[in-house]
C-alpha cells in the first residue's frame, strides 16, 4: 500500500513562495500518475496540477498557470509543487494523489487517484 506523505506548507505573504513535496512510505510510486489537488473552506477539491509517471507530461489548472510548477525528483519517488506569486485565493489544504493504474499519461480526473496523502495546510496573507 502506497502511502503518501506531504510537506512544505505553511504561512506566506501575498507574493511569496513555497514549495510542497510529497514523499511515500511503503512501496515506491515512481510509475504512477501524480497530481496535486486543494480543497478551501467551504470549496469543493480541484486538481491543482498532475504529472505522468516520468515526468514528461503535465497538466495544469488554469488559475495556477504560470505561477506553478509541478515535478517529480531524480529517484521519481517524489512530487513536488513550486509555488510561486501566491495569492490570498491559493489558501487551502494541498493533498497529493496516486494513480497506479496510469503508466503513460497525465490523470486529470480525482476518481482514478487511488492513494491519497492527508494533506499540508498553505495560508497566503494579503
Known amino acids: 500500500q502506497v502511502q503518501l506523505v506531504e510537506s512544505g506548507g505553511g504561512l506566506v505573504q501575498a507574493g511569496g513562495s513555497l514549495r510542497l513535496s510529497c514523499g511515500e512510505s511503503?512501496?515506491?510510486?515512481?510509475?504512477?500518475?501524480m497530481g496535486w489537488f486543494r480543497r478551501a473552506p467551504g470549496k469543493e477539491r480541484e486538481i491543482v496540477a498532475a504529472?505522468?509517471?516520468?515526468?514528461?507530461?503535465?497538466y495544469y489548472a488554469d488559475f495556477v498557470k504560470g505561477r506553478f510548477t509541478i515535478s517529480r525528483g531524480n529517484a521519481k519517488n517524489t512530487v513536488y509543487l513550486q509555488m510561486n506569486s501566491l495569492e490570498p485565493e491559493d489558501t487551502a489544504t494541498y493533498f497529493c494523489a496516486a494513480d497506479p493504474s496510469n503508466r503513460r499519461d497525465v490523470t486529470m480526473e480525482a476518481r482514478y487517484y487511488t492513494n491519497w496523502g492527508q494533506g499540508t495546510q498553505v495560508t497566503v496573507s494579503s
Open positions: 511503503g512501496r515506491t510510486f515512481s510509475g504512477y500518475a
Open positions: 504529472i505522468n509517471w516520468n515526468g514528461g507530461s503535465t
